[in-house]
């Protein structure tokens, strides 16, 4: 590991002026600084302040996901990280972060000038900058969702998409439905990868033909609900499963204005069990995330990751939640499904 | 969640002879006693001991699988789960299992009898009796190499196979090495499943077409080396991959008993980094599995399991260590195969 001296014999430097530039003193210029802290960085320095075990800080890093309230997706989260690292005596600041922050410098020099020696990413894409560098990151982080290959410092955590759509595919067949439609969240995610393949399996585990015109891909928002129930509709879905509760909110909305009823004419479940779904008129069947212990692994898992223990996946169980959204697929529509589908075979 | 007055009143008996059965008094039969005991586990009791901070007791059940000398595969799995329980004063019970003790009484019932409120399986099959019951098991109760679905008091601990089989195929690849063998573990065991899907995955992603004159399943010693190997040089194999250390250092004898050397004309990847490993001639290549942070991740997935921390898979990285049984291809045979290769297309 690279030393003080190491970054000062480098840039030809005084080790005093390395320090300065670590330190954040104000008696050097700006450039100087950076170039100290990119050098730093570069040769893989971590200071033994942020090594050091009485002053651990660590990040949250939020971007694309609502939190300020305890009705929105990441309070809890952040809630029951704070929680795991109160216990430890560990410093957790939540930064709300955006394309600038990620434009003006590297991931590693960030964490380093701002004395992080972890970091908690969430609602980061993989097409984000900063997460493309962790492909190279010596900075322990741990990814809600995203998955980052080999690189023994990051680790990911998230709930068991598999298990989930598995237990709401299983219910919608056991109630007799056969046109089941899948409106995922966004694309580019691993997360909506990793649904779109366990709707694929679970269909075909229940001895169903997955259809395309019945599989859309949306956004986290209830308005991306009217460009695609539509085409479910006239192609005679009778169940829609849904990437999320808020997207299920608008899904519900959309059939009402088409004349239908949640859940006589159409079943719809959501994922996540945010407080919204048991106030939804249906209250909705969904999948639960449960999201203080997604907070409280992820800390676990930066906390190994500090210590080096390489862990590089945490899934949490899915816990599937039936509630009115959800009943008996119509007769008619049940026979009409049938036969298509034995005639598709 | 059921108490001692729920189970008296079910057996018609006083909460006393309840109490005595429970705590393992010697003025009641011994029938009475399981009796007493089987009904408290039907019914889903936890003694308020066993819940109880100060008293945590926990087993390490250990089956098909060496662990008393450093150079066997368990040992620094136990440890390090030991490590991790000392710091936080868990008393830990290694117990040798066997198929009596798993037909003598169910698993749920062995735990409350001997005030266990937790267990880490190691070397256990998805055949044994013990694991079929953890489908509905309260105890909680970790699994290495093992996935139990649904149930929320289990979790499944292990190294990414994916990753690891990935980066030794890869390995072999840069090396010009076209026929690849696989010799996996023991059938019927979720880690050899996902192997298996690893191998077929990282040659298709390599672009070459898995043989499955190729791939063999074999047992964790190296005497299961003789009844595959021939038949992988018959089909023109230049590099075998293996399950573990010990099948490849069974591999590299049943090798040179062919008058061929190793990794001049075949080479040899093994999995695990036993101290073997880097022992034999030639010291051997192989995927590491951290086990010392295996039984870490154990314990932290059992603390988070007896927390209702309901994690159902913690994975650790894999770590690709060369050393002398892998070389480039011989040119020849690397000709051969490549033309073979392209008109298998």
């Given amino acids: 590991m690279a030393t003080i001296k190491d970054i000062a014999s480098r840039l030809g430097i005084a080790v005093s002026t390395v320090s300065k530039g670590l330190n954040g003193a104000s008696d050097i210029s700006d450039d100087m600084r950076q170039l100290v802290l990119d050098t730093a960085v570069e040769m893989g320095y971590a200071s033994k302040k942020l090594r050091a075990k009485s002053t651990r800080k660590v990040c949250i890093l939020i971007e694309n996901m609502d939190y300020e309230n305890i009705d929105q997706f990441g309070y809890e989260i952040i809630m029951g990280f704070k929680l795991s690292a109160a216990r430890r005596h560990w410093e957790v600041e939540v930064i709300p972060s955006d394309l600038n922050m990620q434009t003006a410098e590297k991931f590693d020099t960030y964490m380093l000038k701002n004395g992080f020696c972890g970091a908690f990413l969430l609602g980061f894409s993989l097409h984000d900058d900063w997460v493309k560098q962790l492909h190279k990151t010596t900075v322990p982080t741990v990814l809600l969702d995203n998955y980052i290959p080999v690189n023994q410092h990051v680790g990911y955590v998230g709930t068991d998409s598999m298990e989930g759509i598995s237990l709401a595919v299983k219910h919608l067949y056991s109630l007799g439905h056969r046109k089941i439609a899948f409106l995922n969240g966004s694309k580019n995610s691993m997360v909506s990868d990793e649904r779109y393949q366990a709707f694929i399996q679970s269909m075909t585990d229940c001895g169903l033909k997955p259809d395309d015109k019945l599989i859309e891909y949306g956004y986290y928002v209830p308005d991306c609900a009217k460009y695609h129930v539509p ?20 899904v519900i909305a959309e059939i ?28 909705l069947t969904t999948v639960r995330q449960d999201r203080t212990d997604l907070g409280k692994s992820a800390f676990l898992l930066l906390d190994g990751l500090v210590h080096n223990v390489t862990v590089s996946k945490m899934l949490l169980r899915a816990k599937f939640i039936e509630r009115a959204s959800t009943a008996p697929a119509k007769k008619i529509k049940n026979t009409a499904s049938r036969s298509k589908s034995q005639n598709s075979k």
């Fill in 231 to 250: 085409t479910f509709l006239e192609n005679g879905a009778t169940a829609i499963l849904c990437a999320s509760d808020l997207i299920a909110s608008g």
């Fill in 256 to 283: 009402v204005k088409h004349h239908r009823c949640v859940p006589e004419d159409i079943s719809v479940i959501g994922f996540d069990d945010l407080p919204l779904a048991a106030q939804l008129t249906p209250p």
